[in-house]
């Protein structure tokens, strides 16, 4: 039998500063076998980050072939690679009907899972390990500022790794520790400083854009509407309310289902009406192209108009008008529970994570006008 000539390897990390060279004796990378039997390229890892017991355990199975035997291996072009396990896994992902927006994240994701990968020699599901995926989360930075938007990566990364599992590619699926969120601050604002972005407007945008822009800042801010919510409102879901000689937003948050339904002020609702676009179904949208698109345009406009307003280091961002509203709300002393069916949340948890300095506020107000009744001999 001929014994064939096997060969050491290092797959390095992504940091080894040794990285380009992959028969490197002098790291602490990987060590690992390659040999070739005919046509099929075979790989075994050594078990090692030593050389020189990479070198033994080379002898160990040289000895094996020696005696006859055929050390058990995976012929390398007999598994499903990474990309084609990618492949499948969108495949399937489209079958279920997962949103189009969604499955282009996991497209892209992926798709620099598998680059990352590959840069380190690494072509199967059967690589993939612990250590690979820590460090393949340490090149987040960059590229996912936002720690929700991590934890959102890691969750479709643990689904595709999931997958492999399940299709008997990865042997054993490696746990990462979960990612912490920064909640962002809640940063209503004052109603100077509402004033005073209601003023630029016109100072940033011309004519009909800088009326539309108005409009919609007025909506979300009397509304507590998301700006997706806001954007993409039917005509439908601005109801008048005939009984009451009122308008309010009827409609259902994009993020939850849950159904809101919130007066506005007659100015507001005659602002809201002029900004019609003579779109037959939304108010602020014309109804061509995605709707991510038209989303994230919009958030351009009113990021542009902040920085306009308060500066380019500014905190405020869009959402700070839903926070106004919600703020407001309670200031003004209607309950907790009340205010978080108002935004659409699921559960007052999550109204309470978000305000619950204000509810302090809500109370300080409260107990005012008990002790205004102190005064001037109002106790009996």
């Known amino acids: 039998m001929q014994i064939p000539s096997i060969t050491i390897f290092v797959r390095h990390a ?7 060279d992959e028969t490197c004796k002098v790291c602490t990378c990987r060590k690992h076998l390659r040999w070739w039997d005919g046509t099929r390229q075979y790989k075994r890892s050594a078990k090692t980050r030593s050389w020189k017991q990479a070198e033994e355990a080379r002898r160990k199975l040289e000895m094996q072939f020696q005696e006859g035997g055929k050390p058990t291996a995976i012929a390398a072009d007999a598994r499903k690679t990474v990309a084609r396990a990618v492949e499948l896994f969108l495949s399937e992902k489209q079958t279920e009907g997962v949103n ?25 599901p059967s690589d993939i390990d612990k250590e690979v995926l820590t460090e393949y989360r340490a090149t987040w930075g960059d590229l996912y500022p936002s720690s929700q938007t991590q934890q959102m990566v ?4 643990r689904a595709f790794l999931r997958f492999c599992h399940e299709a008997g590619w990865l042997e054993r699926l490696p746990k990462l520790s979960p990612i912490k969120v920064d909640e962002p601050p809640t940063l209503p604002l004052s109603k100077k400083e509402y004033a005073t972005l209601l003023e630029t407007v016109p100072k940033t945008f011309d004519g009909e854009k800088a009326r ?21 409102l039917e005509r439908s879901e601005l109801v008048h309310d005939t009984k009451k000689k009122i308008h309010r937003v009827a409609t259902s948050r994009q993020k939850t289902g849950t159904p809101v339904s919130v ?6 609702a005659a602002e809201v009406l002029t900004a019609l676009n003579g779109n037959p179904r939304y108010v602020f949208w014309s109804g061509s192209g995605l709707e ?25 961002t869009p959402h700070c008008l839903r926070d106004t509203a919600a703020v407001e709300w309670l200031s003004a002393g209607i309950p907790l529970e009340e205010v978080s069916k108002l935004l659409g949340h699921t559960s007052v948890k999550t109204t309470e994570k978000s305000y619950s300095p204000w509810v302090s506020a809500r109370q300080d107000r409260l107990d005012s006008l008990v002790v205004a009744t102190w005064k001037d001999g109002a106790r009996v």
């Open 292 to 316: 991510t698109s038209a989303v994230t345009n919009w958030q351009h406009d009113l990021r542009a108009l902040f920085r306009a307003a308060f500066g380019n280091d500014t905190n405020f």
């Open 263 to 268: 007066p506005l002020p007659p100015d507001v």
């Open 14 to 20: 992504a940091t080894c500063k040794y990285r380009d």
């Open 100 to 124: 189009g927006a969604v499955l282009k994240k996991y497209a892209r994701e992926l798709g620099r899972f598998k680059e990352f990968l590959e840069n380190r020699s690494q072509f199967f």
């Open 154 to 157: 890691q969750a479709r990364l």
């Open 212 to 232: 539309r822009v108005r409009a919609l800042i007025q909506l979300m801010r009397h509304s507590g509407l998301a700006i997706r919510d806001a954007v993409t």
